[in-house]
């Protein structure tokens, strides 16, 4: 477990580690909204469960790398060219890039990482997420609704590969 990931631990919690703030990295897998006030963050190796919202772990992790939700969001409606569900870029020279599976406004929205994914299996009802660890996420969302965010997701870090050139 690193440092970076873990500030304020405080006590073992249905399976996962209780902590105060995370900062989602590379070994983040997801994040997934509890109710209005928690959320349960899947790594490869173990689950945490935060004190704090789905969409407020989202914004903690962009400011700690220098920007804020609203920013990331903003950037990615410019590239996409869309207004709904969009894609963000958490951490730019890594390519730390989620995507939600609901509106971010819905307390049960999950957010999930790009690169970790390895495929997607289930059908108009429920889903699975396999990553490519092969831990394995289960969602009451079709797969078709993923494939798209999933798609999404690929197209915001494709053009931002693009401009890089």
Request: proline share 2%; aromatic share 10%.
């Amino acid at each position: 477990m690193s440092i970076n990931s873990l500030i304020g631990l405080k006590k073992l919690i249905l399976g996962g580690y209780f902590v105060e703030k995370y900062e989602i990295g590379v070994n983040t897998l997801a994040v997934v909204g509890i109710g209005r006030n928690k959320a349960k963050i899947v790594e490869s190796e173990e689950d945490l469960i935060v004190d704090i919202p789905a969409y407020e772990v989202m914004d903690h992790s962009c400011c700690y790398y220098g920007s804020s939700y609203s920013g990331r969001t903003k950037g990615s409606k410019e590239i996409l060219k869309c207004e709904y569900k969009l894609p963000i870029i958490v951490e730019e020279t890594r390519e730390i890039i989620f995507f939600p599976t609901h509106s971010p406004s819905i307390s049960g929205c999950i957010w999930i990482s790009l690169e970790n994914i390895d495929f997607v299996e289930g059908n108009q009802k429920q889903c699975n997420i396999v990553f490519k660890n092969g831990r394995k996420l289960s969602i009451s969302r079709s797969k078709d609704s993923i494939e798209n965010q999933l798609y999404r997701a690929t197209r915001l870090k494709y053009l931002l590969s693009e401009r890089k050139k």
